[in-house]
T-cell receptor, first 113, second 112 residues
Framework: DGGITQSPKYLFRKEGQNVTLSCEQNLNHDAMYWYRQDPGQGLRLIYYSQIVNDFQKGDIAEGYSVSREKKESFPLTVTSAQKNPTAFYLC????????????FGSGTRLTVV | DQQVKQNSPSLSVQEGRISILNCDYTNSMFDYFLWYKKYPAEGPTFLISISSIKDKNEDGRFTVFLNKSAKHLSLHIVPSQPGDSAVYFCAARDYNFNKFYFGSGTKLNVKP
């Protein structure tokens, strides 16, 4: 079955630490996206990548970094520079020409302790 | 500045009745609109979509209406079922940038 997998489902981070969230897809989709969800707010775009070895900042990229070394993988690093990292993070992918928007992963809940 | 707005954070409906979820947008360059359904601790799943060249799209119990002049779309669920209880996000595509913008979601509760 094709799909998009995020891991881990829950993640705890100490203040000052970097942490990396995994996102893998086997849908052969070119584009991949990272969104953040906070209570009462819509999904806000952090970073996106339309092709391997290329990515662009979204609306709230500060304090985050990404890489796209493989088509299947788009990991997100939450750095210590992100002042309010506790949130629900969603990874998504989209095939070229697809009008069905995104296929989403099941999300990672990050909590700073 | 949110380009896609869902002004009702929650909606409660009796089973069997109609649920109407609303969404407003500001960007006239949006050319494609989608509704997603999300259960707690899960990713959103695609529900129904509509192109800007249409004003209605129907799929079973779900119908999406688009009013371009008012920059407004709505999702109708008839009849509503308890399993429809979830958060519903509307999303709009900016064709120029190949990006989707999401509303803040409406939590629907269908009471048995």
């Amino acid at each position: 079955d094709g799909g998009i997998t995020q891991s881990p489902k829950y993640l705890f981070r100490k203040e000052g630490q970097n942490v990396t969230l995994s996102c893998e897809q086997n849908l052969n989709h070119d584009a991949m996206y990272w969104y953040r969800q906070d209570p009462g707010q819509g999904l806000r775009l952090i970073y996106y990548s339309q092709i391997v070895n290329d990515f662009q900042k979204g609306d709230i990229a500060e304090g985050y970094s990404v890489s796209r070394e493989k088509k299947e993988s788009f990991p997100l690093t939450v750095t210590s520079a992100q002042k309010n990292p506790t949130a629900f993070y969603l990874c998504a992918s989209r095939g070229q020409g697809s009008n069905y928007g995104y296929t989403f992963g099941s999300g990672t809940r990050l909590t700073v302790v | 500045d949110q380009q896609v707005k869902q002004n009702s954070p929650s909606l409660s409906v009796q089973e069997g009745r109609i649920s109407i979820l609303n969404c407003d947008y500001t960007n006239s360059m949006f050319d494609y609109f989608l509704w997603y359904k999300k259960y707690p601790a899960e990713g959103p799943t695609f529900l129904i979509s509509i192109s800007s060249i249409k004003d209605k799209n129907e799929d079973g119990r779900f119908t999406v209406f688009l009013n371009k002049s008012a920059k407004h779309l709505s999702l109708h669920i008839v009849p509503s079922q308890p399993g429809d209880s979830a958060v519903y996000f509307c999303a709009a595509r900016d064709y120029n940038f190949n990006k989707f913008y999401f509303g803040s979601g409406t939590k629907l509760n269908v009471k048995p």
